[in-house]
């Protein structure tokens, strides 16, 4: 049975109800702490990260255990400055080797938070300092690079994630009221059966990498989850988010997801996309419904313009009724919370594009082909993914020459929509199922089963370079590859 077929969810019909109070918690409300809660001595880093064993309580009869940041899970928002150097010391109090990500930045790979890039790891009980200037601006995040395997408590399946700001130098904050909200999903579990809504975006997008014969063997283990939340709080549990009448309010979503691409709407509003993964886009647009691969990062306008007490979240029922939603309540409201579901689920990359030529007219240096395949059961019980024939690593196979501009191309031949993910660099969007667009700057980019897409950058961040796909199992199992300089 593969991704298209649907889990009966036997787990969501006691989430479904536990969720009938239609309440939640939005954990970093404006004026909440945005810095680590135990800092440093004077002169010794500017933030301090202890990994270490949590609890989380996504409802009152709902508490997990799992790893976080300073006693919490997302960990910290960590505001920096552009352009202005930061120390960081990671504190590791657990047993096991660990890596933190400093996902979005353009800094060295020896800082990057990859060991396939030659970071090294911040030991079991031990620490390690990372020194870097923040670059570019925007909202970026920081997360374990850990492999997990057959482990779900390790790497992204744990709670080690959290937000990252990076101001620019000029910042005129158009908003009255900003929020961080991480989606997210939790107690993973492995299965053959498995929830995907790839489809229900556009049944009838094009599939130009469909192959003519389809792979019918039978599907190995990945990992699903029945258990959700914005933040640290299921749909059903905490206080909501209060807004008034007029109020423009600047939310910043990040998909922590170590499992599934995810969307997300509010009900009787639209969002004004101004920022895909941090960077602005040239054309921001009003949308219904946003729609987030795992790591992708939405920033987006709302204006309250329609009173009422409303609910915040997936559009999928089974979803939003285990735990993926908010309340978002107006002041002096005193109605029944409403959902509306969205009239369209269709999300496309382009609206928030041009159509000018990308880069100015430059021409790529180099057109890189990269062909996904996946081998059901290729890794004894769990799917092997494939990058052009062969599973990481790919030596000496992918080699950029500095100052040079690249297109690569995505031709995706499996049944899942892929967030792929370049370590230290930032791509383009030039084309995504032969709608071409230019000027969406992004460091994930989803691409659909069995679709294609393109994207070019400039080469100009020497060292090691990890590509991969950001669901966690499919990374773990072959699905990366390392970037080198000549």
Not at 155 to 171: D, I
């Amino acid at each position: 049975m593969n991704r298209r077929d649907l889990l009966k969810f036997g787990p969501l019909a006691l989430a479904a109800a536990a969720s009938r109070n239609a309440t939640a918690q939005m954990v970093m409300l404006p004026g909440a702490p945005t810095t680590p809660d135990s800092p440093p001595a004077a002169g010794s880093a500017d933030i301090t990260l202890r990994i270490a064993p949590v609890t989380v309580e996504l409802a009152p009869d709902r508490i997990l255990s799992t790893i976080g940041y300073n006693g919490t899970s997302p960990g910290p928002v960590l505001r920096m400055k552009e352009g202005k150097p930061v120390t960081v010391n990671v504190i590791n109090e657990t047993d096991t080797p660990e890596t933190v990500h400093w996902h979005g930045f353009l800094i060295p790979s020896e800082v990057d938070g990859s060991e396939e890039e030659g970071t090294p790891t911040v030991p079991p009980h031990g620490s390690r300092t990372y020194k870097f200037t923040p670059a570019p601006s925007g909202s970026r995040w920081y997360h374990s690079h850990a492999m997990a395997m057959a482990d779900l408590h390790k790497g992204t399946f744990t709670g080690q994630f959290g937000f990252v700001y990076v101001e620019p130098t000029a910042n005129p904050g158009n908003y009255d009221q900003e929020l961080f909200l991480a989606i997210r999903d939790w107690e993973p579990f492995f299965t053959t059966q498995m929830v995907d809504m790839d489809a229900d975006e556009d049944p009838n997008a094009p599939q130009p990498e469909r192959p003519e014969v389809l792979n019918t063997a039978a599907n190995g283990l990945e990992v699903n989850s029945t258990t959700y939340s914005i933040n640290d709080k299921a749909l059903g549990a905490g206080e909501p988010i209060r807004v008034t009448q007029g109020q423009r309010v600047l939310f910043h979503f990040l998909n922590a997801s170590a499992i599934e691409n995810r969307r997300i709407a509010l009900g009787g509003h639209k969002f004004q996309v101004i920022a895909l993964d941090g960077n602005p886009v040239p054309n921001p647009a009003l949308v219904e419904t946003l729609s987030l691969g795992a790591g992708e990062r939405v920033c987006a306008i709302v204006e309250m313009n329609n009173p009422g007490n409303w609910i915040l979240g997936a559009p999928e029922d089974l979803i939003r009724n285990a735990g993926l939603g908010v309340l978002v309540e107006y002041a002096n409201q005193h109605k029944q919370p409403q959902w509306i579901a969205p009239a369209s689920l269709k999300w496309d990359y382009t609206i928030f594009g041009n159509k000018a030529d990308p880069a100015g007219g430059l021409s790529p240096a180099q057109n890189i082909d990269m062909v996904f395949e996946k081998i059901p059961g290729g890794a004894g019980k769990f799917n092997t993914f494939t990058v052009n024939g062969k599973p990481y690593p790919h030596e000496n196979e992918f080699v950029l020459h500095e100052g040079q501009r690249y297109r690569l191309t995505f031709r995706n031949r499996t049944d899942d929509a892929h967030p792929l993910h370049m370590h230290r660099h930032q791509w383009e969007l030039i084309d995504i199922n032969g709608k071409p667009t230019a000027g969406v700057i992004k460091d994930i980019v989803v691409v659909p089963y069995y679709g294609r897409a393109m994207v070019e950058f400039t080469a100009s961040q020497p060292g090691l370079t990890l590509f991969h796909c950001h669901i966690q199992a499919h990374m773990d199992y072959g699905f990366k590859a390392l970037f080198r300089y000549g």
